[in-house]
T-cell receptor, first 114, second 115 residues
Framework: AQSVTQPDIHITVSEGASLELRCNYS??????LFWYVQSPGQGLQLLLK??????LVQGIKGFEAEFKRSQSSFNLRKPSVHWSDAAEYFCAVGARLSSSKLTFGTGTRLQVTL | GAVVSQHPSWVICKSGTSVKIECRSLDFQATTMFWYRQFPKQSLMLMAT?????????EQGVEKDKFLINHASLTLSTLTVTSAHPEDSSFYIC???????????FGAGSRLTVL
């Protein structure tokens, strides 16, 4: 069975500082990997996805993520965080043949201090 | 871009009543939609897969008779929480796969509070 682990429940960074949110997955084959962001009381917005090819993927809002097969990781990064980035971030994994069915991690809440 | 709309965004009901939540794909057709449930400060848990013109597929542990799903058209899926109780209070989110792309578009969610 596929699973996703986000080891950091809550992270606080200063505005302008760099950010890395960790995500580890467990899946028997090559997975489809996603990062979503959720603002309070809102649905999820897709930040970026990885299916194949270049292991460093660029997303919206200046986010990027790197797929490392050897570490079963797909960490999300941003060079300089803005106060508006404060939200809940979810990593998700889907099966290659049916990526519509996603398994989500428990999320990381990002707080940005001014 | 592909948009999924949910209605209502929030609802409060009395225990024992039924509540219907609608999920619409506004600018694309969705033969399959997905219903998730999110408890406070927790992740999304897939409840069921809604299939247009056929029965929904429920995940293990989800009560079919409690959470009725109907996917009557290519743009509308509904989730009815029957005989709601306080423990059914949660944030319900639907999603649909964008045709031609292996990504899901999510609705803004519906917060249900059962008194």
């Amino acid at each position: 069975a596929q699973s996703v682990t986000q080891p950091d429940i809550h992270i606080t960074v200063s505005e302008g500082a760099s950010l890395e949110l960790r995500c580890n997955y467990s899946y028997g084959a090559t997975p489809y990997l996603f990062w979503y962001v959720q603002s309070p009381g809102q649905g999820l917005q897709l930040l970026l996805k990885y299916f194949s090819g270049d292991t460093l993927v660029q997303g919206i809002k200046g986010f990027e993520a790197e797929f490392k097969r050897s570490q079963s990781s797909f960490n999300l990064r941003k060079p300089s965080v803005h106060w508006s980035d404060a939200a809940e971030y979810f990593c998700a994994v889907g099966a290659r043949l049916s990526s519509s069915k996603l398994t989500f991690g428990t999320g990381t809440r990002l707080q940005v201090t001014l | 871009g592909a948009v999924v709309s949910q209605h209502p965004s929030w609802v409060i009901c009395k225990s024992g009543t039924s509540v219907k939540i609608e999920c619409r794909s506004l600018d694309f057709q969705a033969t399959t939609m997905f219903w998730y449930r999110q408890f406070p400060k927790q992740s999304l848990m897939l409840m069921a897969t809604s299939n247009e013109g056929s029965k929904a597929t429920y995940e293990q542990g989800v009560e079919k008779d409690k959470f009725l799903i109907n996917h009557a058209s290519l743009t509308l899926s509904t989730l009815t929480v029957t005989s709601a109780h306080p423990e059914d209070s949660s944030f319900y989110i639907c999603s649909a796969r964008v045709p031609g792309a292996n990504v899901l578009t999510f609705g803004a969610g519906s917060r249900l509070t059962v008194l």
